[in-house]
């Protein structure tokens, strides 16, 4: 298609996990993707590929800091934000403005442009659970001045902010609240669960539980997770959706369908767990579902499969990564 005749879609957070994949997901339905990503935590590897197409653009900037982007545009997808909590510990106050100025920046850049923005909202509002699962009109258990507030609340925020300009300004806003999601792409020093059990199975290394490993995760695929926020770009609800997967695991669980499925000699090795993390983390996706006719298609374990896969295509100095903290596991 001529590029004037393209839809034009904006996806900040280009260069992360999710961010990269829903340009690839924007390029296959022939839309010109502009990318903006400032690289904190994300690598141009992963939109590499992308690079020779005439409608792929992209731009290394900040949003936290004033947003301008040439033409008109139709959609707005604001993805950009640290998103494990090694990252989000590690750079606090740039989390909590990406949350905050860097969702101002983007709904008036919409509104500007009269386009439809979607934001990247979290399991995470709903902090540490009173019920299980947790639907879209629980308020959460949130404490602001614990260790994670500063993610947790800027997503609050970020979701207050954009029902503020639906409401105030008509604008088109959706809401996703995504829960845990994997696949390729994701860092494997990034602290979360998946990717680090992978990489230590990889390695031959132990994998490191908190706790009793008894808390529990529930991970949705990333081809999945895509088509949901698909679904709810081009929904017509304006209150938040839940989209995951609810099938509900414990990490004991977890380690042990990694370690079979690389075929490792790894042990599981116990450490302390942190403050205030989740007992428990499950989906209510019946909104999804009745709204947007989207439910999960991948199993974990062929998801698990597929990034497995995906990382031993990886060179080997990428698996011998030895600066690897980990905070906790998400
Ligand atoms: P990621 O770290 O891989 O990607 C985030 C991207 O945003 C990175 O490329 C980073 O460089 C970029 N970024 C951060 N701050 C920026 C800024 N100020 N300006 C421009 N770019 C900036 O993380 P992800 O897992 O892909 O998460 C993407 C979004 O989805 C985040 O908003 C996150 O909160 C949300 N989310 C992800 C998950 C998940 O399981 N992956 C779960 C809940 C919510």
């Avoid at 639907?135 to 947790?152: A, F, M, Q, T």
């Avoid at 809401?175 to 602290?191: A, E, H, P, Q, Y």
């Avoid at 990034?307 to 011998?320: F, G, H, N, S």
Wanted: hydrophobic letters at 35%; glycine letters at 6%.
């Amino acid at each position: 298609m001529e590029n004037k005749h393209r839809k034009r879609i904006l996806i900040t957070g280009a260069a992360g996990f999710l961010g990269s994949h829903l340009c690839d997901r924007f390029i296959l339905e022939d839309y010109h993707v502009i990318g903006m990503d400032n690289l904190i935590t994300g690598d141009l590897q992963n939109i590499a590929h992308l690079f020779k197409l005439e409608n792929f653009e992209f731009y290394n900037h900040d949003v936290s800091k004033f947003v301008h982007v040439p033409g008109h545009l139709d959609y707005v997808l604001h993805f950009a934000s640290p998103a494990s909590p090694i990252d989000y510990l590690k750079i606090p106050i740039q989390t909590l403005k990406v949350g905050s100025l860097g969702t101002h920046n983007l709904l008036g850049l919409a509104r500007a442009k009269s386009a439809r923005i979607l934001v990247a909202s979290t399991s995470e509002i709903y902090g540490d659970p009173n019920v299980s699962p947790q639907s879209e009109d629980y308020w959460g258990n949130v404490n602001p001045v614990g260790p994670r507030g500063v993610y947790d609340e800027a997503k609050r925020f970020q979701e207050a902010m954009t029902t503020a300009y639906h409401n105030f300004h008509q604008l088109e806003t959706r809401i996703v609240r995504i829960f845990n999601t994997f696949g390729s792409r994701m860092r494997l020093n990034d602290g979360r669960a998946i990717p680090t059990f992978i990489a230590q199975a990889l390695r031959g290394e132990d994998l490191t539980l908190f706790g009793n490993g008894l808390q529990t995760r529930s991970f949705c695929y990333v081809s999945d997770q895509v088509e949901g926020i698909f679904n709810v770009l081009h929904g017509d609800c304006s209150t938040p959706i839940n989209i995951g997967n609810p099938d509900e695991i414990n990490l004991n669980q977890l380690a042990k369908e990694i370690i079979e499925i690389t075929q490792s000699k790894s042990k599981i090795r116990y450490q302390e767990l942190p403050t205030e993390d989740p007992k428990q983390r499950r989906p209510d996706i019946s909104k999804a579902k009745r709204l947007l006719d989207w439910e999960p298609r991948v199993s974990r374990k062929e998801g698990l499969e597929r990034t497995i896969e995906y990382y031993r295509t990886l060179p080997i100095t990428a698996l011998e990564h030895k600066d690897f903290k980990y905070y906790n596991h998400r």
